[in-house]
């Protein structure tokens, strides 16, 4: 089944989310590795150039997965499921999608405010345009300390935020023992909740 039913996910929901899940842990991975570099060393501009195409494919990622959750809503939470942690899941979902959006901008913000002007090259194919950032600070170096500072906050808090999603997924799977981690790991055809 490749669209979601209210039991389960479909196909697509299913491989949204662990590209997405394999993205996001390569990001801040490579994040961390590369600011724990030095100013000098020469793998340095490469490795900004991956972070930099790698955090773009997400952001286009991102966006066409909340395309695809508009015209194909996520099943139903288990009516078992206590009130607070369906509030919980929910603003979970919405600071997950939110981040998705929010740190591959800030970064690309973060670029374009650069008063180094250094290009970003898509995977070696093709230059991203910078874009329009506003000088209100007076100073692009300003700009972009700050922006580099929202990124790096964010991606924090995303790490967090993960981890919450995790543990919540295998507290679901072996202490409350639903179906709610079942549904992103199988295609098979779980007992519809009502």
């Known amino acids: 089944m490749l669209r979601n039913t209210t039991g389960g996910y479909g196909a697509v929901a299913i491989a949204f989310h662990w590209t997405m899940a394999v993205l996001l842990l390569v990001l801040v991975g490579l994040g961390l590795y590369m600011t724990g570099l030095e100013q000098n060393d020469p793998s340095l501009f490469p490795l900004y150039q991956l972070h930099k195409s790698l955090g773009l494919a997400a952001l286009a990622l991102a966006v066409l997965r909340l395309g695809w959750r508009t015209v194909n809503p996520s099943p139903r939470l288990p009516q078992t499921m206590p009130r607070l942690e369906k509030a919980a899941a929910h603003l979970g979902h919405a600071g997950l999608y939110a981040l998705m959006l929010a740190i591959p901008l800030s970064g690309w913000l973060m670029v374009s405010a650069s008063p180094w002007g250094i290009p970003t090259v898509f995977f070696n194919l093709f230059n991203v345009p910078h874009l329009p950032v506003p000088d209100a600070l007076g100073e692009k170096a300003a700009a972009e300390a ?3 500072e929202v990124h790096e906050v964010l991606g ?7 981890g919450l ?6 507290k ?3 202490i409350s023992r639903d179906t709610v981690l079942r549904r992103m790991t199988s295609l098979k055809p779980v007992a519809e909740t009502r």
């Open 146 to 148: 700050l922006l580099k």
């Open 156 to 162: 924090w808090f995303l790490i967090v935020l993960v």
């Open 165 to 170: 999603h995790a543990a919540a997924a295998l």
């Open 172 to 174: 679901h799977h072996f």
